[in-house]
């Protein structure tokens, strides 16, 4: 599909990190947008700065009947939707052992959960038109998870393979889809567990900019292109690991050290 002038899309978690500069990408060409996110002030601050008209709707994805009326909103609002991403997501970063049920249920909600509301109510707007485009944000430890990082590893997991499954469903429908794998980019999804990252992490403010993604995203939109992994590190970590887990776990070690997989067998 070709965006610009007269597409409408509808981003979940659009207030900060990659959904913002998607919002701003997109919006550089002329995109109504739909900006999602449980607070409306941040939101309403992109919308003022971005160009055009734009709908601010409060949202909080891991509440199904929430999500269906943010969408029904835009709907109304913008007369359709072209262009429906699932980008919401959060982590807490720790032992399995050591996190409380609240935080588990908490990633749970937002990250796969959300998908599913989000996708769930926004397909059908595209399915009756024959025409449009989904992209689910998921992560690179969608490919390989990361200790300390369990639950968010499977929800990311989760995300990966509804996205492939419902691609290949979507055959034929005129609406494709597009998974999206980022590293670590310069978002501040981190900012409240600062005191506590993994040693394997490498993200903060030197991480790959949110920008450059946005414009690979946009890119595999318009081509309905199967994924986006970015940095490109990502694709290579993914396919060393589909080939063989022991050899991605030196891989891991090599560059990240031994806290990245610190069981050897």
């Given amino acids: 599909m070709v965006l610009g002038t007269g597409t409408r899309a509808f981003i979940t978690g659009a207030s900060r990190g990659i959904g913002r500069s998607l919002a701003v ?4 060409r002329g995109v109504t947008l739909g900006l999602a996110a449980r607070s409306t002030d941040e939101l309403q601050e992109l919308a003022d700065s971005l160009p ?33 991403v699932a980008n919401a997501g959060l982590t807490h970063y720790g032992p399995f052992r050591a996190q409380s049920m609240e935080q588990l249920r908490q990633m749970t909600d937002v990250n796969w959960y959300g998908t ?15 025409g449009g485009h989904v992209v689910i944000v998921s992560s690179g430890a969608g490919l390989r998870s990361f200790p300390w990082a369990a639950v968010y590893g499977a929800t990311k997991a989760a995300q990966r393979m509804f996205g492939e499954a419902l691609r290949h469903e979507l055959s034929g429908t005129g609406v494709g889809l597009t998974m999206v794998y980022p590293g670590e980019i310069a978002t501040t999804l ?48 993914g396919a060393v690991h589909g080939l063989s887990p022991q050899l991605s776990d030196r891989f891991l070690r090599a560059l990240r050290g031994g806290g990245a997989a610190p069981r050897v067998d």
């Fill in 52 to 84: 055009g008209e734009h709908h601010v709707l409060r949202c909080d994805v891991a509440d199904e009947e929430s999500v269906r009326d943010a969408i029904s909103a835009f709907v109304a609002a913008a007369g359709g939707l072209d262009l429906l």
């Fill in 25 to 28: 990408a997109l919006a550089d």
């Fill in 190 to 237: 981190h900012d409240h567990e600062k005191d506590r990252m993994p040693d394997w992490y490498r993200g903060g403010p030197a991480a790959a900019p949110p920008e450059a993604l946005a414009a690979k995203v946009i890119a595999a939109i318009e081509k309905d292109a199967r994924a986006v992994h970015f940095p490109p590190l990502v694709r290579i970590l």
């Fill in 116 to 130: 599913l509301f989000t996708v769930h109510a926004g397909l059908p707007v595209l399915l009756d038109q024959a």
